[in-house]
């Protein structure tokens, strides 16, 4: 239902520089599914999730490639047909902090009201209020509070609010950005699975932008790895957590606490995630990357397919089993940050 | 002294090479504050040299060679600019009248800063009933209309040049005690002040070598806006014709060419002195309009 | 804080204000050095003259009974008599306390009006060339005196073009027939277009300012890139969201607006011979008149301090963070 392809999105900022922000991204999306895009700040996830309906700002710009939804090419809209029928209609928006996703100054329902009869025609004033307030019932809200201001709401209601805004028009897919990212963990677990119930209740599709892989393990059908503005690795859910065939997502992975371990070492990935600003002939990863080779610096790797729609950027994806099992170690890790280390000492 | 130079010290360590670095980056990149800079160093030079540099007296009555005086003539080899319905040198009177508006507009804006920011930091640090009556107190003089205020307080005190600049600093100040009080409060909050609080520091000290350094770009920001505003008044004040007898200000300029009626004829005598109070004022505006991108956040810390 | 809790605050603050501000005006007169007298008489009195005087305007009683009686005449609408004009002061400043007002009025809601439509365009163009334009010329605006405007305005329309009087409130031999005939009358107007465009060219430069730079905040909240989503048209965004939001702080600099706007007045009436309060303030400072320049002063500051009031109670209405208090 939705297929991107080749995508590449770049900024430019107040120094003029460009940002790949993102580099060349395939992905599909099928109805009815939720996939999880995650990766850390900066990876071009949401930049990737905006692009979709054309929110890119002023110094934005999709420079290549194609967005396939439903037949059409999103990226050859205008900005008046992706006004119109595209945006919230058919992709809607879930923000990361809800009570910001508001205007303070009108009644949360009146906000509501206000894009239901927007993109709506001939619904009238009532008939749009008592839609809101079937919204906010959905919602496990009380209806009243539809004629409440956004500061009235607590942070889990003000979610659920922004929940009912988002699919108060049905849209097919729905874009997520760390949604849970301002809760505490218990409602963020609530919010989750209402989100899920939601979506199935709905028939719509969820991309659920996050850098927290213990959230995408319990909602998502399908996972997409980002980095450097890359998707690295994509495959179902189980097979991601069980076995992945990057060595970042491997990082990922072994970076979140499982409460069904007994004792567990955390790892994490040392280094930052790179600037993208001068397009590379290399593995954006190598320069993290515990088990790069040469060959990691001499090009980009093609994507290794492996059955079942998985599939992995990394020269080494075929030895996943052994870079799992050396992942895990976290000294794997930290042996390469002292080596690193140990190298940019010597280069002064 | 000493406690001068170490709060110049504190605010060049802090902000020294980044905000020069800054400023010359920023003269580079804006074309208003080029403009600004260069119109203010041509009106900074005639106020300096400007008495130096006129042909005439402003104030001597100029006469032909037939011996009659030369009114309203429109400008000619002799008289640049014109002569006035008296027959004065209006090029003369045009060089003089920048040096008191710069001094009256900065002399003003120096004392109205000053006040300001003492009032604002007083009334940030100290919080309680002291900010309360500072700012209950500071909340009236923001009541009271500006310019009559000026007007009335000249009327009782008499228009001399030092009663006009007090008297403008003295609804001028306002503003800075205001904003400089609300960013204190600001960088009270911040962790290194708790830890010089704890250490036992005095309240002169904190106030002086930890808070000020950091208003001061905003200090300086506010200066720059205080005397395009003083510049403003004194102008009104002069055009209204309470300037003080010594002061020959292109405001004062102003009123003269009204209160003759000849604004209609004689656009000799009108123009210089208006053009020039409305570029002085642009090109402090301009700088000001510069300053405050230094001013903003990415310079904080 | 609830919405009556919130309005009684501010009446007591508006009377706070205003007893602080007569007081003000009574220590002004105090402040004299010298003898405060000569300010009331006129020179050229013999000592027994004076002395009646001073006896007839109650200035040798104490200085409590002279506070007392000088805030009880304010309430009772007595400002004194001018000496000038041979006549009250109240008597005097009545007609053109309105002629002021109802320019500097208009002129203030107008200067507000075009200040924020202008400001939010302005700020939702922020970077483009067309923005930078536009702050030239607010810039400019900005930077010349009112006299400037008002005479730079006189040289283009009177003198060159003739479209428009060179001054005063109406023609020579009209005749106005009560209240309203005189302020609603198309000649009334046509003497009004230049000093009005004149005060709102000044005017609005503050309004333009603030209103831009809250665009400009606003416009990167989450809150606006939610309505974008959301497919919204982009008129609607500027004014009915970022606009909407941007507004309070313009309506938060209506107390310094407001007495530009009266500050103005002295000058703009001057320029234009507009007969209203400011001039008269001016010209009785200028004939020593004090009573009846302390009484326009007193005036003018009302009416300040009244918009101010005003503004704190559109504020209200305009925030509602302010009247509903957070989450229950």
């Not at chain 1, 070492?265 to 993290?288: K, T, Y």
């Not at chain 2, 102003?254 to 005598?269: K, T």
């Not at chain 3, 007591?12 to 205003?18: A, E, G, K, S, V």
């Not at chain 3, 000038?84 to 007002?101: D, G, M, P, Q, S």
Request: net charge negative; with cysteine.
């Amino acid at each position: 239902m939705l297929e991107i392809e080749n995508l590449n999105v770049r900024y430019e900022t107040d120094q003029g520089e460009a940002v790949h922000a993102v580099d060349g991204v395939d992905l599909t999306l099928q109805p009815n599914e939720t996939l999880g895009l995650v990766g850390e700040s900066g990876c071009g996830k949401t930049t990737l999730a905006k692009s979709l309906i054309g929110l890119l700002g002023r110094n934005g710009e999709i420079v290549d490639g194609s967005i396939d939804f439903k037949g059409r090419d999103l990226t050859t809209l205008s900005k008046g047909e992706l006004r119109k029928e595209i945006r919230w209609k058919e992709i809607s928006m879930i923000p990361q902090n809800a009570m910001n996703g508001f205007d303070p100054v009108y009644t949360v329902g009146k906000q509501i009201v206000q894009v239901i009869r927007h993109h709506e025609e001939g619904v009238t004033k009532d008939e749009a209020w008592d839609r809101a307030r079937e919204l906010f019932e959905q919602l496990g809200l009380e209806e009243e509070r539809v004629e409440d201001y956004p500061h009235q709401f607590s942070g889990g209601m003000a979610q659920r609010a922004m929940i009912a805004l988002a699919i108060s028009l049905n849209p097919t897919i729905l874009l997520a950005d760390e949604p849970t990212t301002a809760l505490d963990v218990v409602i963020q677990d609530r919010i989750l699975r209402r989100i899920n119930e939601l979506q199935n209740e709905l028939n719509s599709s969820m991309i659920l932008v996050t850098h927290d892989m213990s959230v995408v393990a319990e909602t998502c059908d399908r996972i997409a790895v980002m980095y450097g503005g890359r998707i690295v690795e994509c495959a179902d859910t189980e097979t991601i957590l069980k076995n992945p065939k990057h060595p970042y997502t491997i990082g990922l992975r072994n970076a979140f606490p499982d409460i069904t371990e007994e004792s567990q070492e955390l790892v994490s990935i040392p280094g930052a995630p790179p600037e993208l600003v001068d397009p590379v002939d290399e593995c954006r990863f190598a320069p993290r990357c515990p088990f790069a080779k040469t060959e990691c610096w001499d090009g980009h790797p093609d994507a290794t397919h492996f059955g079942d729609g998985h599939r992995a950027e990394c020269f080494r994806a075929h030895e996943g089993e052994q870079l799992r099992a050396a992942g895990e170690d976290p000294e794997t890790w930290t042996d390469m940050q002292d080596e690193k280390q140990a190298s940019e000492v010597s280069h002064d | 002294m000493a406690l001068l130079q170490a709060i110049v010290e504190r605010a060049r360590r802090f902000q020294g090479q980044k905000l020069v670095t800054k400023v010359y980056e920023l003269y580079r990149t804006d074309n208003l504050a080029k403009i600004g800079m260069f119109l203010f160093g041509v009106y900074l030079l005639m106020a300096i040299f400007g008495p130096l540099l006129a042909p005439y007296d402003p104030l001597t009555i100029n006469k032909d060679a037939s011996d009659s005086v030369i009114r309203l003539s429109e400008p000619t080899a002799n008289h640049w600019f014109g002569t006035t319905n008296y027959g004065r040198d209006i090029f003369s009177q045009w060089l003089i009248g920048a040096r008191i508006s710069l001094v009256v507009g900065s002399v003003a804006a120096l004392f109205a800063t000053t006040l300001g920011t003492v009032i604002g930091l007083t009334a940030a640090y100290y919080g309680g009933w002291v900010d309360d009556i500072l700012m209950r107190f500071t909340d009236l003089v923001y009541g009271l209309p500006g310019l009559p205020f000026v007007i009335a307080l000249v009327f009782i005190l008499g228009s001399s040049l030092m009663n006009i600049i007090l008297v403008i600093a003295l609804i001028q100040w306002r503003i800075t005690a205001r904003v400089i009080r609300s960013e204190a409060l600001s960088i009270k909050e911040r962790p290194y002040i708790e830890s010089a609080e704890s250490i036992g520091a005095s309240d002169a000290r904190i106030i002086f070598l930890h808070i000020l350094p950091n208003v001061l770009p905003l200090v300086i920001l506010y200066m720059a806006l205080t005397t395009a505003w003083s510049i403003l008044m004194e102008a009104s004040i002069s055009f209204l014709g309470f300037a003080a007898p010594n002061q020959l200000s292109w405001g004062r300029m102003m009123y003269q060419v009204y209160n003759a009626g000849v604004i209609r004829d004689a656009w000799w005598w009108v123009l210089p002195p208006g053009l020039s109070i409305m570029l002085l004022v642009m090109s402090v505006f301009f700088i000001g309009r510069a300053l405050e991108k230094v001013t903003n956040p990415d310079l904080r810390h | 804080m609830g919405l009556k809790e919130y309005v009684t605050r501010r009446v007591f603050h508006l009377i706070i204000t205003y007893w602080a501000f007569v007081t003000t005006l009574f220590a002004l007169f105090r402040l004299l050095p010298g003898d405060p007298t000569t300010l009331y008489l006129q020179s050229g009195m013999t000592p027994e003259e004076r002395q009646r005087a001073l006896e007839r305007l109650g200035l040798d009683r104490p200085l409590y009974v002279q506070y007392f009686d000088y805030v009880t005449d304010l309430l009772t609408g007595d400002l004194g008599w001018s000496f000038r004009h041979k006549a009250e002061v109240y008597e005097v400043l009545a007609t053109k306390f309105w002629n002021t007002i109802f320019l500097m009025g208009t002129a203030l809601i107008l200067a507000y009006i075009i200040g924020v439509l202008l400001g939010a365009i302005l700020g939702w163009w922020r970077g483009t060339r067309r923005e930078k334009t536009g702050l030239i010329g607010v810039l400019i605006a900005r930077s010349s005196p009112e006299f400037w405007t008002g005479i730079v305005l006189l040289m283009v329309f009177v003198f060159w073009l003739n479209w428009f009087p060179s001054g005063r409130m109406r023609s020579i031999g009209m005749v106005v027939d009560g209240f309203w005939d005189k302020y609603l009358a198309w000649d009334f107007v046509y003497h009004m277009i230049l000093p009005l465009t004149t005060a709102v060219l000044y005017y609005m430069t503050m309004p333009v300012l603030v209103m831009r730079s809250g665009m400009v905040n606003i416009l990167t909240s989450d809150f606006i890139e939610i309505k974008k989503a959301e497919g919204l048209p982009e008129w609607t965004i500027l004014y009915k969201h970022a606009a909407r939001n941007s507004i309070l702080p313009v309506v938060t600099i209506a107390a310094v607006t407001s007495g530009v706007a009266i500050g103005g007045s002295l000058v703009i009436e001057t320029v234009f011979n507009w007969p209203g309060m400011g001039r008269a303030m001016v010209e009785a400072v200028s004939f020593n008149d004090y009573q009846l320049a302390m009484g326009a002063f007193f005036l003018m500051g009302s009416f300040v301090i009244m918009m101010n009031f005003v503004a704190d109670l559109l504020y209200v209405y305009l925030d509602p963070r302010v009247t509903y208090g957070g989450e229950q």
